[in-house]
């Protein structure tokens, strides 16, 4: 069973920064991708970024590309995102989860999900 826990969020001002971790276990991270997803009230899941399991290759939704960064240690099975500017519609549960990608411009959940965490971005 693959299980995933998010952890980092918090409430932070605009302009500020956040740096959310997803830590896998059962499960390496050459074995499964994993993307970021967040949803906001009354809002639609959406993709923000997602990482292969190979070579790295990363993807960005267009709303947060330039500003988040995602990253993995493949050491302590742990993959970041990183956040920085951060406004108030970034404001939502983040979620972590095993993904089909393998580079390009599309990213997919696959299977497993952690339970979230959440961002909130309020002056």
């Known amino acids: 069973q693959v299980q995933l826990v998010e952890s980092g969020g918090g409430s932070v001002q605009p302009g500020g920064s956040l740096r959310l971790s997803c830590a896998a276990s059962r499960f390496t991270l050459d074995y499964y991708a994993i993307g970021w997803f967040r949803q906001a009230p009354g809002k639609e899941r959406e993709g923000i970024s997602c990482?292969?399991?190979?070579?790295?290759?990363?993807y960005y939704d267009d709303s947060v590309k330039g500003r988040f960064t995602i990253s993995k240690d493949n050491a302590k099975n742990t993959v970041y995102l990183q956040m920085n500017s951060l406004k108030p519609e970034d404001t939502a549960v983040y979620y972590c989860?095993?993904?089909?990608?393998?580079?390009?411009?599309?990213?997919?959940?696959?299977?497993?999900w952690g339970p979230g965490t959440q961002v909130t971005v309020s002056s």
């Open positions: 990482i292969s399991r190979s070579d790295d290759s990363t």
């Open positions: 989860a095993t993904v089909g990608f393998n580079g390009g411009s599309s990213c997919h959940p696959w299977g497993y």
